[in-house]
């Protein structure tokens, strides 16, 4: 894709969604960051049915803390690879508390440092929570870079850097959402749905999918 492509990909998707939201449910900075720790190998569905329950009873570190690893996952045990999401989630809670005052730090050192919380995760945060121009790369973005030649790469790492560096600045806050939620409904893994596509004229995938 040129840059006078991409450009007008993102106009094209920006006109129609001018304020694209993550689909995981949160009212503050600790939510959200529960969320996406709990989102890893899961939906964004099953997560938001697990989490209405969990953040009714523990919404803070403290609070998450005084329900004990048990506790906790019995309200996350519907969510894949909960035993180990649970433990995370309670040295995350811990070390928010010793260190950051049971806040979420605005930081990406620190929240890396956080068990469970890799550089996909602090993406998120940071550019959810804090408006901060990341590019969280899951596996949507990283085919839709990829078959839309975009920015084609052979690592998430890759993939990122190269979006970052192609997508216009005016586009980059919310391109993020705009990327995951084309993967997730439009341009899907094993059938696009070109035929239904707005940016479908834009990219550079040659095998076009027809319409049924």
């Known amino acids: 894709m040129t840059r006078d492509q991409i450009r007008a990909f993102f106009a094209t998707l920006q006109s129609a969604n001018p304020a694209p939201q993550t689909e995981l449910e949160y009212s503050s900075v600790f939510e959200l960051l529960v969320a996406v720790l709990l989102s890893a190998q899961a939906t964004d569905v099953s997560v938001n049915k697990a989490t209405r329950h969990l953040f009714a009873l523990a919404n803070t570190p403290q609070k998450m803390l005084a329900l004990g690893l048990q506790g906790l996952e019995s309200h996350i045990k519907t969510i894949g690879l909960y035993h180990s999401k649970a433990r995370h989630l309670m040295q995350t809670c811990q070390l928010l508390l010793e260190r950051h005052q049971g806040q979420v730090p605005r930081d990406r050192a620190a929240l890396q440092a956080l068990p469970g919380v890799g550089r996909k995760t602090a993406n998120v945060v940071l550019n959810c929570a804090f408006g901060e121009p990341t590019m969280a790369v899951d596996t949507h973005i990283f085919r839709l870079a990829n078959r839309t030649g975009m920015a084609p790469g052979k690592t998430p790492l890759e993939v990122e850097m190269g979006l970052l560096q192609r997508i216009p600045k005016a586009y980059l806050a919310d391109a993020h ?21 707005s940016v479908a004229r834009f990219c550079d995938f040659k095998d076009k999918t027809p319409a049924p």
């Open 177 to 197: 959402h705009w990327l995951i939620l084309h993967g997730r409904y439009v341009c899907l893994a094993r059938t696009p749905k070109c035929w239904q596509c």
